[in-house]
């Protein structure tokens, strides 16, 4: 993907000169790859005739393009995951103000920014190794700092956004010194330095390498819905709690988009994010990944969801989860957490 962006780069440019408002075209830099994501696209033109040119990229390099292309971009639409990295967006100017009655009644407030909308939504989960771990013992968060779980806790990088967003989300609700005691517990409990990503934390657990561990949901359904005899093996070592249901509720994190500032297709644009918005895209965007629709009405058909089954889901704004990120990574380099 990087490859097709970098390389391709002047040809699209070329392709996606700004339109005159009666092409009808939208301009989408999107980084979100899933091929379920091509029905809903196909869907979008054939309801408003309005064709998606689509831009694919990593997140941080979609972001440098987009304010690269300066005045001159003709990026309608940027479709990325996690909040911090729709803030990042935002802080670099590239959003225009979001307003639609459509979204604030469709999509809850706390999902919501004067910039950009989640479209849908991903749980941070404890997994554990059922041999090694006793469920009892890490219901919430905060027990990762255990001293009971010295040597066993496992985790990617703690300037991964993920794990930054989870820090960000403690220190909104418990205040910095907690959050450090918290970052400097997990590293107390590390089983080995953090590498690799939320798969491979998956399956050491599994392997016994690391007792506990913290993934994001689809992650885990993924692995769930996998048809490779190793992954369900993986699963069948492993147990799934949801965070803090006593207490703050388990923390989610987004994806979503935004409209940008110098896009040449602003109807174009907020005409897709309202579409996004609407029940049958809503299945499309989060069932893509695994995840959840914002839209509370909305019904998912996910075999791995539905095994995974409801919980209470912290509803801290999406807002506040942005505002501490910096906060955030400097206490995890301030404890070592790297
Ligand atoms: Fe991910």
Request: aromatic share 8%; charged share 25%.
């Amino acid at each position: 993907m990087k490859l097709k962006v970098s390389l391709a780069a002047l040809s699209i440019a070329a392709a996606l000169q700004p339109a005159l408002a009666e092409e009808k075209v939208l301009n989408l830099y999107s980084a979100r790859h899933y091929q379920t994501d091509e029905a809903l696209y196909a869907d979008f033109t054939k309801q408003t005739g309005i064709k998606i040119n689509r831009i694919e990229g990593k997140e941080d390099e979609l972001l440098e393009r987009i304010r690269n292309e300066g005045a001159n971009s003709p990026a309608d639409v940027l479709l990325t995951v996690d909040a911090s990295r729709l803030a990042k967006a935002r802080e670099m100017g590239l959003f225009a103000p979001l307003s639609s009655p459509i979204l604030e009644k469709r999509i809850p407030a706390h999902l919501r920014t004067a910039e950009w909308a989640a479209f849908s939504t991903r749980a941070r989960v404890i997994v554990y190794n059922k041999a090694k771990v006793s469920a009892a013992d890490v219901q919430n968060y905060s027990d990762l700092a255990n001293p009971k779980l010295k040597g066993k806790f496992c985790s990617r990088s703690g300037s991964h956004p993920y794990n930054l967003s989870l820090l960000a989300s403690v220190i909104a609700h418990d205040g910095e010194a907690r959050a450090e005691e918290l970052a400097r517990g997990m590293v107390a409990n590390f089983a080995r330095a953090p590498k690799g990503g939320d798969t491979d934390q998956i399956k050491a657990v599994a392997a016994g390498e690391c007792g506990v561990a913290i993934s994001n949901s689809y992650y885990v359904a993924r692995l769930m819905r996998s048809n490779k005899a190793a992954d369900q093996k993986v699963m069948e070592q492993v147990g799934i709690v949801w965070p803090n249901q006593a207490t703050t509720g388990t923390h989610i994190n987004v994806s979503g988009g935004g409209i940008l500032k110098h896009a040449p297709n602003k109807a174009a644009a907020l005409k897709f994010l309202e579409y996004l918005a609407s029940d049958s895209a809503q299945r499309y965007f989060a069932d893509g990944n695994n995840e959840w629709p914002v839209v509370a009405s909305v019904k998912l058909a996910n075999p791995a969801l539905d095994k995974l089954g409801k919980f209470k889901a912290d509803t801290l704004p999406v807002n506040s989860l942005a505002m501490y990120q910096v906060k955030a990574q400097m206490i995890f380099d301030r404890v070592g957490f790297k």
